[in-house]
């Protein structure tokens, strides 16, 4: 199965790299409204009558809000109806905006852009973003580094009974920032070299991210059942993976609260079954639950020892909430024997607020469980995009027993926190490439026992970065 998967996600990132292969399809933005109705229940419009496909001379409506399908601007009369589908989502008969990182949702009012080629019944897509980042962290626990960072991801679809078949690929540059990751002030998470702990420094991620296949069968006009494989992959656990947040992805910063509430996001193992019922869905995961290694080259593997459950629920468009509970057998590799309970809510929030404006945030809370200790995080996100300009900022507290290391146990734990605010400006260059300037200052806190520790109890962080962006 593992040759499968990287077999087939590779020929989605080739195809969706290669235009010319076949007709070349761009979806910008894909933020326009949907009705407030369930997608399932939709009928076709009564001024879009049936007729025959459209040719370069009868382009089809761009109203996505009561159509729902994709622009095939361009296509010759006689192609597949395969491309006159609804592009719902691949694991239900709903928007596909609602799709995020994983199984997870966000809400349908989410931006939805990439690169988009058909090729027969086959539907590709890809998107990116690679960041060039200059990172400046004060206090004597502080440093300076440069580093790359980002994803490039690519989807293969195709219809397959009444549901769809989709295969997903996302690799990461972060390996070449090498073992020690970048500064990152009061975070703290798994080894990079095998023997220490990273403290006050971000992990880099590893090459694959994920490397998936799922397939889903609609059982009613606003139900389905679906099954997704990784390796890697994300369980059914938390709210979409931080880069994936349409609140803070503009951010080149992770979050200190990465491994309360979506670290999970490459498990070397993942195998999920859920049930959709209108805009609730319910999954159950079995994956394997302990962190990547030092060797972030590499595919690994291990059993499914580990079981996550989430409920979501959409009750708008431009809601998204999520509740989930998860028992992680011997996640950490400098803890063996030790396990964890973690438990998410999450709510998501994405909309319009005027003509051009996009405003987009998060509310998130999170708990893990170690041998009697239960310890909090909280994150608040939010971002405003308008021509070009994105602002974007984080707010955030966690109880972090690691940031004084014991050889023998977890330390007490430290209430600390970031505020971040940045923005970027973006520019096109060509019609899905873009390029962005921007950067971000963050105030830290920490409590007066560790104040001698950072030089005072509020050091600072900054980063410039520019960036690259396939959408």
Known sequence: MKSLLIT?????????????????????????????????????????????????????????SQTGQMPMEGMQHGEHAAHEMQMTGALGPY???????????????????????????????????LNLVYDHQSSPRGDDKAFASGMLMGTARRPLGNGTLQFKAMLSPDPLMGKSG??????????????????????????????????????????SLFVYAALPGEPAFGPPAFMHREAILDSPE?????????????????????????????????????????????????ALDST????????????????????????????????????????????????GWKLAGTLAWGRKTIHDHKDDAYVAEASVKHAGWTVFGRGEMTENRELVEDPEEHGPAYRVGKASLGAVRDFRIGKDLSIGAGGLFAVNFVPDALAPLYGGNHPTGAMGFIRIKLD
């Open 182 to 223: 970048y500064p990152l002030l009061v975070a703290s998470g798994e080894t990079a070299n095998g023997r220490d702990r990273l403290v006050d420094r971000q992990h880099p991620h590893d090459f694959f991210m994920e490397l998936s296949a799922s397939v889903s069968q609609n059982i009613g006009k606003d139900s």
């Open 254 to 302: 992770a979050p200190i609260s990465h491994h309360w509430l979506d670290s999970t996001h490459i498990s070397f193992g993942v195998l999920t079954a859920g049930l959709v019922v209108g805009n609730v869905k319910a999954e159950v995961s079995r994956f394997n639950g302990r962190e990547p290694d030092q060797h972030r080259w590499n595919i690994e593997t291990g």
């Open 95 to 129: 928007p596909m905006e609602r799709e995020s990182s994983g199984t997870a949702w966000q809400p349908d009012a989410s931006e939805h852009s990439g690169l988009h080629v058909t090729s027969g019944d086959w539907t590709l897509m890809a998107h990116g973003t």
């Open 8 to 64: 087939a996600s590779a020929l989605a990132l080739a195809f969706a790299a290669a235009p010319a292969v076949a007709q070349h399809q761009h979806m910008p933005g894909m933020t326009m409204p949907m009705p407030e109705t369930k997608p399932a229940e939709k009928k076709p419009a009564p001024t879009v009558p049936a007729r025959p496909a459209p040719s370069a001379e009868t382009p089809m409506p761009m109203d996505h």
């Open 308 to 355: 996550a459950v989430r409920l979501s629920w959409n009750p708008s468009r431009t809601l998204s909430l999520q509740g989930s509970w998860g028992h992680f057998t011997d996640p950490e590799q400098l803890e063996p024997g030790v396990d964890q309970k973690r438990w998410s809510a999450s709510a998501l929030y994405a909309r319009e607020i005027a003509p």
